[in-house]
């Protein structure tokens, strides 16, 4: 039945028109019947969301059974995704409003807001209308040739520059109406198709929006929508925009030929304007093509999925905490050792002459600033005591000197 409803019948003066509207009528009703065949009960579309469903519900079961408390922010996003899942992907009304008029409705619509207040032809209505008329003067301007100029032509022209190869106009003509065609039609056909498979297996790919390992597949989806309909207006508005241009042009030189007059180098810049509106066309698909591509889905975070980061924190706040730990140990190490050689010092000087008590007090006293790391009011290092200016005198040398004296008297 459908079938029937877009068929098409091509005509040479309503080619562009009816190639627009069999595209149009076949992307329409992909999208439609083929929304439907998938969510449709006994599907294997409609199986596979019932089995995608069972696991995310019981994935939550499992949390609860092993203990994991689960927030009240994580059950609203997961009745959230079910909500979302089981109205779009099995509702077609729902799908209709919210994607599919968007999709296939608003490029017409967005491209009339722009071109009207331009005076863009088509933005009111007609374009493909129009783009028959601009057809049929290509075909009448192939029919009569560039025509051989006159030498008041050739004079006031300062020159006719000569074609690039025999037959080179009547290629010219013929070529231009080719790639006006190929560049308007071809560019709507591959926005037009893509949004109408993209549109049947929508079911598909809203399911996934269930699991963040498959959000990735639903989130290409939606850009891909995003594309088509980016894609879809600005291909309206730039076919408005080469209608302004070749309309009064093609209409102009088709009634000098009619008038008998030649239109020489008319031809290749006629080529040239095709080919460089074609080359815009598709560059203008693909520009929308990278902005939709840079549409991100909001992913949502849990507590659970905090817990890493949070884990990452500590784990860091420990490093530090240790290794100043490890800086004030080492720095207490070297000031203990630094006391120590001093003590040593001061055993060695005073170990014979009974100041025993006053190294200990020395000692204890820098073993104390050195663990404080307090330096103020204290003696300086190495003057604690003050060196004798007298020969020191053992106690065995005494006695010797005594016992000599005693046997020499």
């Not at 083929?34 to 469903?53: D, K, Q, R």
């Not at 013929?174 to 198709?193: D, E, K, M, P, Q």
């Not at 815009?280 to 990278?290: P, W």
């Not at 050689?341 to 104390?368: C, F």
């Amino acid at each position: 039945m459908m079938a029937a409803v877009c068929a098409l019948t091509p005509a040479p003066d309503r080619f562009a028109s009816g190639l627009m509207q069999y595209l149009d009528c076949q992307a329409s009703s992909l999208g439609s019947q083929g929304f439907m065949a998938m969510a449709a009960p006994g599907s294997s579309v409609s199986l596979l969301l019932s089995a995608l469903l069972t696991i995310f519900i019981a994935l939550i079961g499992y949390r609860l059974l092993f203990g994991e408390t689960l927030n009240l922010r994580d059950g609203v996003l997961a009745f959230v995704k079910i909500g979302i899942v089981l109205a779009f992907a099995t509702s077609w009304p729902a799908y209709r409003t919210v994607v599919f008029d968007v999709v296939l409705r608003a490029p017409a619509e967005v491209a009339g807001e722009i071109g009207r207040p331009a005076g863009l032809p088509g933005a009111t209505g007609g374009l493909t209308t129009r783009m028959d008329a601009v057809d049929r003067a290509f075909r009448i301007l192939a029919i009569y040739g560039a025509g051989v100029p006159t030498r008041q032509q050739v004079e006031e022209a300062n020159g006719v520059a000569p074609p690039l190869f025999a037959n080179f106009d009547a290629f010219a003509l013929g070529a231009a109406r080719v790639v006006f065609l190929v560049g308007g039609l071809g560019a709507f056909a591959l926005t037009r198709i893509t949004a109408g498979l993209l549109l049947a297996l929508g079911p598909l790919f809203i399911a996934f929006l269930l699991f963040s390992v498959t959000r990735g597949l639903a989130e290409g989806w939606v850009r891909g929508l995003a594309a088509a309909t980016l894609g879809s207006a600005a291909i309206a508005v730039a076919l408005g925009i080469e209608l302004a241009l070749l309309e009064p042009w093609l209409y102009g030189l088709a009634s000098q030929r009619a008038g008998g007059l030649a239109i020489p180098g008319a031809p290749a810049a006629i080529l040239t304007a095709s080919i460089i509106f074609a080359l815009a066309i598709s560059g203008l698909v693909a520009l929308a093509g990278r902005i939709a591509f840079g549409l991100r889905l909001p992913v949502p975070q849990s507590l659970s999925a905090m817990l890493p980061n949070i884990g990452i924190a500590t784990t860091e706040a420990r490093i530090v905490a240790s290794s100043s730990g490890h800086t004030m140990a080492e720095n207490r190490s070297r000031a203990m050792a630094i006391a120590d050689s001093i003590v040593s010092a001061q055993r060695r000087d005073e170990r014979a002459s009974g100041g025993a008590s006053r190294v200990q007090t020395t000692a204890g006293s820098l073993v104390r600033s050195a663990g404080a790391g307090d330096t103020s009011g204290g003696t300086p290092i190495g003057q604690s005591f003050r060196r004798r200016n007298a020969r020191r005198v053992s106690a065995g040398a005494t006695a010797r000197d005594r016992q000599s004296g005693g046997r020499g008297i």
